[in-house]
């Protein structure tokens, strides 16, 4: 008998979990699998999957009220499917939404239901240090029963594993599947002009500002900044750009879906991110071999570096340190080349089928469990 599997996410867009949750549809095997997704914003992938998809779009700004209606429709089109179907698994891949998961859906018959954290639990703390300690022990305390109720929970790096076993909750990693090759090439190390990139949401998580920062008092003018990305901050950006009379060296290039396009002519890839589940820009750049910079933020970003073995870190705001990073690679570019092609072996995890069949076995262990 086939599987239900539910996919419930926010934004079926480009970006980290749009992007994982595309890869792994692309490859899961639909023999074993009716696969549905429910979303709640714009989609970029719809048209670009078989028609053996199902897709829900549920608008929703996430305002309070709006939510729990959401849940109500979700749980509605859940109970219908499980009345013909006795293996539905859903997996919700929204960091804020996992509770309410628990608090709508858990008891409908014939549902397992799966928590995908793919942030940071430490990315809780930015916002609730504003609150008392009491309230902080309380939002703690919510996060701990809500994933203790999950059938399983996945997450997309050890170091989220390891967060959660400190609210003594037992996870299993799933690698978000975000390249089909490994296609590190030579480059020329002998060059006076460089291609650097940005690629990522133009949100307050990405911290553009650090890197702008950086960039405006690097005294080495031989290069260009692409940052590849929409979103909330792209006109605060841009004035940015044009109140330090950047628009030579800085370019706000937008989306770009084709990613041998974004990584073909580039030299240095910066990421200065606050926080991270697991950085699918920095496993991209790496499998072309593009040398990378990036910050020692909470989350994934140190596991894929290797604790700095495959890139350079350095501490999330301080831009003065990347400015020296920076500047460093101008000087020798030959030390971070050197380190990323160290990291083949690392990558194989991430490609898209190997990711989707590790996802298959976690998925099948649940329903083993409850025979």
């Given at each position: 008998m086939k599987s239900n599997l539910f996919f419930f996410i926010s934004s079926f867009s480009y970006g980290g979990a749009g992007n994982a949750v595309f890869n792994?549809?692309?490859n899961l095997d639909k023999k074993k699998y009716d696969l549905h997704i429910i979303f709640l914003d714009k989609s970029d992938y719809e048209n670009l999957l078989p028609k053996h998809v199902k897709f829900y779009k549920l608008h929703s700004n996430f305002m309070l009220f709006k939510t729990f209606l959401i849940?109500?429709?979700?749980?509605?089109?859940?109970?219908?499917?499980s009345f013909s179907n006795k293996r539905?698994?859903?997996?919700?891949?929204?960091?804020?939404?996992?509770?309410?998961?628990?608090?709508?859906?858990?008891?409908?018959?014939?549902?397992?239901?799966?928590?995908?954290?793919r942030t940071s639990i430490k990315e809780l703390d930015i916002f609730i240090s504003f609150f008392s300690f009491i309230k902080n022990k309380i939002i703690k305390s919510l996060i701990k029963y809500t994933y203790s109720q999950a059938d399983r929970v996945l997450v997309n790096s050890n170091?989220?594993?390891?967060?959660?076993?400190?609210?003594?909750?037992?996870?299993?990693?799933?690698?978000?599947?975000?390249i089909n090759k490994i296609k590190q090439k030579s480059f020329n190390i002998k060059k006076n002009f460089f291609n650097i990139?940005?690629?990522?949401?133009?949100?307050?998580?990405?911290?553009?500002?650090?890197?702008?920062?950086?960039?405006?008092?690097?005294?080495?003018?031989?290069?260009?900044?692409?940052?590849y990305g929409e979103g909330e901050l792209k006109n605060r950006i841009n004035d940015y750009i044009d109140r330090y009379n950047l628009k030579?060296?800085?370019?706000?290039?937008?989306?770009?879906?084709?990613?041998?396009?974004?990584?073909?002519?580039?030299?240095?890839?910066?990421?200065?991110?606050?926080?991270?589940?697991?950085?699918?820009?920095?496993?991209?750049?790496?499998?072309?071999?593009?040398?990378?910079?990036?910050?020692n933020s909470f989350g994934g970003t140190r596991e894929v570096l290797s604790s700095g073995a495959f890139g350079d870190l350095f501490q999330p705001k301080d831009s003065k340190k990347l400015g020296?990073?920076?500047?460093?690679?101008?000087?020798?570019?030959?030390?971070?080349?050197?380190?990323?092609?160290?990291?083949?072996?690392?990558?194989?995890?991430?490609?898209?089928?190997?990711?989707?069949?590790?996802?298959?076995?976690?998925?099948?262990s649940i329903?083993?469990?409850?025979l």
């Open positions: 792994y549809i692309k849940f109500f429709k979700i749980r509605k089109i859940l109970i219908k499917k539905n698994i859903f997996i919700s891949n929204i960091h804020y939404s996992n509770v309410l998961s628990i608090i709508f859906l858990r008891k409908i018959k014939n549902l397992k239901i799966v928590l995908f954290e170091v989220l594993k390891s967060e959660l076993k400190e609210f003594s909750i037992t996870s299993a990693v799933a690698y978000s599947g975000s990139i940005a690629v990522g949401r133009l949100t307050p998580q990405k911290d553009y500002f650090t890197l702008l920062d950086a960039i405006r008092n690097l005294k080495n003018r031989n290069f260009v900044l692409k940052i030579k060296i800085v370019k706000l290039i937008g989306h770009e879906s084709n990613i041998d396009e974004i990584y073909s002519k580039a030299d240095l890839l910066v990421h200065s991110a606050i926080f991270e589940g697991l950085p699918n820009a920095i496993v991209e750049a790496m499998s072309h071999g593009i040398p990378i910079i990036a910050s020296i990073l920076i500047e460093n690679f101008f000087k020798n570019p030959k030390i971070l080349y050197k380190k990323v092609s160290k990291s083949k072996s690392f990558l194989s995890r991430f490609k898209q089928k190997k990711s989707s069949r590790c996802l298959e076995k976690i998925l099948m329903w083993y469990l409850y």
